[in-house]
């Protein structure tokens, strides 16, 4: 009987954690990108599809988690609380031609990307730091 692998480090983990979810993160940014500017446009057919868009996009990424790191599943959470919560917004919003519903819509969406941001910042510092203290210093 061979011993047990040891544990791959946290950097290892979030890397590969990330290279699988950052398709659906950048999917993610740019649906939500599209709602907004739809309903800043007042277009509700294109505002109403983007809702459903933005929430496939948010399942996609919950498909993802949890991550390696506690610190970011919390950051994590929060996005898509406020993704979440635009989308009911939004659905509301657009099936009743309300612009209140879909200003709230939009204010949900622009705070999950506002997480969301700061957690790929997080999640980027972590990897550029896991890459400093890992070189090979030669003399």
Known sequence: MSPPLAPLPMGTQVRAW???AKPSIIALFGAADN???AARYGDNAATGAACQTTAGAVANLQHHM?????????????????????????VLGTQDRDPIEIGKATAFINQGSTYLNATVG????????DARDNRVWTV
């Open 18 to 20: 990330f290279t699988d």
């Open 35 to 37: 709602l907004v500017t």
């Open 66 to 90: 949890p991550s390696p790191d506690p610190a970011l599943n919390i950051e994590l959470q929060q996005a898509i609380t406020s993704y979440q919560l635009g989308i009911r917004h939004c």
């Open 122 to 129: 997080m999640i980027e510092d972590d990897l550029s730091s």
